[in-house]
Structures are given as structure tokens and as C-alpha cells.
């Protein structure tokens, strides 16, 4: 074998091994931007989504170490909590009692009224449990808190900049106008604080019965010939003056 011939062996070898080299890094960079382009949709209602869990409701009691019992507006609270725990509760309402304050023989009487308001409202009595608790901090006013689960529609968490708005290297959508990631959330997270009943997501209610009476009304006027229109004798009195005219 020449001299020549192994130089040329020499050369096709690194050649070759020079374009497998170029091949995996191309090949690296096509999967790369294969992950990034993948991993977060440009809809912002796919990148956040409304979903239906079940989370907590709850109200805060405050009460005083001299005075147990439920004031006015507290008795509206408790009063406005059962009435909404009969629509949508899917659980017992805890109620969390302080004990070993100054405040916990007040507590202590305050929840007795609490539960006798909730019954009152329609609260099945095994439905309301008491939970003792010792406050972490001496310097905060111990308070009575009321929470029962429910069915609710949450969105978010929002505030994540995983990227840089303004152009850099490691943002590969920059170019290509696509929307950034927090775009859309707060819209989002604010309709489904907005949801009355999350079931409204998955399918719609069903239609109320029709107003038979002022249908046959109707229907009556038609058959005799009469304008089904409907009167009404004290529209006149809307008209403004025309004092001044």
C-alpha cells in the first residue's frame, strides 16, 4: 500500500466522521425545537384551562373575650352559609373552635348559637362537627371558622414568566408572534370565579316548563280573531311631562 493511499484513507475517514458529527447535531436541534413548540399551546384557553374541582367555602367569626353569642350581622353570615350549604355543599361544615385563649369561653357559647342557627336553616345536625384548634400566633384575635367543601371551577395559578418578554436566544417564539405565557389567565381565572354552577362547563340545564297560562291567553285571542298583544292600561302615565313645552 502507498504512501498516498493511506493519506486518502486518512482523509475520507474524517470526512466521514465529520458528517455523522454534523448529522446528530442537526438532528439535536430538531428535537429540541420539536419539545419547546410541543409543550406550551398558543391558545391561552389549552394553556389555561378552566377545571372543576372541589375546594372549600368558609366565613370568619370574630369574637370578643367578654362577649359569646352571635351579633346581627354574624347571624346573617351563619344564616346566608346554610342556605348556600343546602344548594352546593358536598360535605360537613367544620367548625374550627379556638380552646386555651382568652376568648375560648365566648367561643365556646358563640358556637353553641352557631349551631343552633344552622339547624335552624336547615342544617341536619350530623352534618355540623366542631374542630378544636390552638392558635400559632398569641398576638392575633382567635377567631371561629366555618368551611364546608364544595364543587367549584378554578383557573390559573397565574403570574408564571417562564420566558423573557423581548427578544433572546433561548426564546424560539419570539419571531413567530405567538402569545406569551401568563396571556390570558386572569381572563380566565376571573370567568370561573364568575361560574354560578360549574356543571354549566360540561352540559347545559335543563329548559323550564312554559307559562301555560298566558299561552292558552294567547292561543284563545288567535282563534276569536283578537290582536294577541297585550294592553297595558297604565303605560300612558311613563310619558314625560309637557311642562315647559
Known amino acids: 500500500m502507498t504512501t498516498q493511499t493511506k493519506v486518502d484513507r486518512r482523509h475520507s475517514w474524517r470526512l466521514l466522521g465529520a458528517l455523522v458529527g454534523l448529522s446528530a447535531a442537526l438532528g439535536a436541534c430538531q428535537q429540541t425545537s420539536e419539545i419547546v ?18 375546594g372549600n367555602r368558609s366565613i370568619v367569626i370574630f369574637v370578643g373575650h367578654a362577649r359569646g353569642g352571635l351579633s346581627a350581622p354574624q347571624r346573617n353570615d351563619v344564616m346566608g352559609l346554610a342556605q348556600t350549604w343546602a344548594r352546593e355543599g358536598t360535605g360537613a361544615i367544620i367548625a374550627d373552635v379556638p380552646v386555651n385563649t382568652a376568648n375560648a369561653r365566648a367561643a365556646e357559647a358563640t ?45 390559573g395559578p397565574c403570574g408564571l414568566w417562564p420566558e423573557d418578554l423581548g ?33 354549566d362547563l360540561e352540559q347545559p340545564r335543563p329548559e323550564t316548563p312554559a307559562y301555560t297560562m298566558r299561552r292558552n291567553a294567547a292561543f284563545d285571542k288567535y282563534r276569536k280573531g283578537v290582536s294577541t298583544t297585550t294592553t297595558y292600561p297604565e303605560s300612558d302615565k311613563a310619558k314625560l311631562s309637557d311642562t315647559g313645552k
Not at 172 to 197: K, S, V
Request: glycine share 4%; with cysteine; proline share 10%.
Open 111 to 155: 358556637y353553641q348559637e352557631i349551631r343552633s342557627t344552622l339547624t335552624a336553616g336547615g342544617v341536619p345536625s350530623s352534618a355540623i362537627r366542631l374542630r378544636h384548634y390552638q392558635p400559632d400566633s398569641p398576638q392575633t384575635l382567635p377567631t371561629i371558622k366555618l368551611i364546608y367543601p364544595k364543587i367549584s371551577a378554578v383557573a
Open 167 to 199: 427578544p433572546n436566544i433561548y426564546d424560539t417564539g419570539y419571531n413567530e408572534n405567538r402569545p406569551y405565557h401568563n396571556f390570558g389567565c386572569a381572563t380566565q381565572r376571573n370567568l370561573a370565579a364568575m361560574i354560578d354552577n360549574p356543571a
Open 37 to 54: 413548540t410541543a409543550t406550551v399551546p398558543a391558545d391561552y384557553r389549552l394553556r389555561h384551562p378552566i377545571a372543576v374541582q372541589e
